[in-house]
């Protein structure tokens, strides 16, 4: 797939702003894969991953709708690093399956780019040889902690933990192909992204005119020696 649909990575670290530049992106009309909505829709109720989780962690951190409550599951992986690693074992298969599944759809559309929004692209390395071009959504450190402290209601230190969990931010921007700096306004991050996008969109243009010419010379060859 990678050939003939270009697969852009978009990354950064907890707090960073990912989902912003993600909304940014989708509101110009590029096509998202949102690893991290796919998260929260495999944990669903009575979904294969919801009842794995509670066979691991118990109904205690079940809450009264039968969804799980986040934020105590949060509390006890951010604390224990081989809790974390039973979670990300039951959740991980689940998530890759559906991003695979997703890209097919976007490549069965036709669509000659799509960016994948992942929180653990680096960490998890699983799709890391599909990207065509990395992206890193970069803040500083105190607005990163500012915003998730608000974000999540958390004390400094349940933040700080969370920060820790995951790759630090400046090795993240160092892997990646472009870097669009969250410290700032809004508006400063709209013009970043607007320009991604126009890169984008110039980097996949000979992606999409090779996949329809691949697909024009197989419908021709079934049409002369076939039909």
């Known amino acids: 797939i990678e050939d003939i649909m270009y697969i852009f990575g978009l990354t950064g670290g907890i707090g960073s702003g990912k989902s912003t530049v993600s909304r940014h992106l989708q509101g110009l009309g590029c096509p998202v894969i949102d690893a991290d909505i796919i998260a929260r829709q495999v944990v669903e109720p009575d979904q294969p991953a919801w009842r794995a989780i509670i066979g691991q962690f118990g109904v205690e951190i079940l809450q009264e709708d039968r969804t799980i409550d986040r934020s105590k599951l949060a509390s006890i992986i951010f604390s224990d690093e081989e809790k974390r690693k039973v979670l990300n074992n039951i959740t991980h298969p689940f998530i890759q399956q559906q ?6 759809k976007h490549f069965i559309k036709g669509e000659p780019f799509v960016v994948l929004v992942s ?42 933990l ?3 969990a995951q790759m630090p931010l400046k090795e993240k921007c160092r ?6 700096d969250n410290s700032s306004s809004v508006r400063f991050t709209e013009q970043q992204t607007f320009t991604l996008y126009h890169n984008i969109r110039r980097t996949s243009v000979f992606c999409g005119l090779y996949k329809w010419l691949i697909v024009f010379t197989v419908t021709w060859l079934v049409y002369k020696f076939v039909l």
């Open 162 to 164: 969370r920060i820790s």
């Open 175 to 180: 892997r990646a192909d472009y870097v669009i």
């Open 119 to 160: 929180p653990l692209l680096f960490e998890s390395n699983r799709f890391l040889r599909f990207m065509k071009r990395i992206i890193t959504v970069n803040c500083t450190e105190d607005k990163q902690l500012e915003r998730l402290m608000k974000r999540d209601s958390l004390t400094k230190d349940e933040a700080m």
């Open 99 to 104: 991003i695979m599944f997703q890209l097919l």
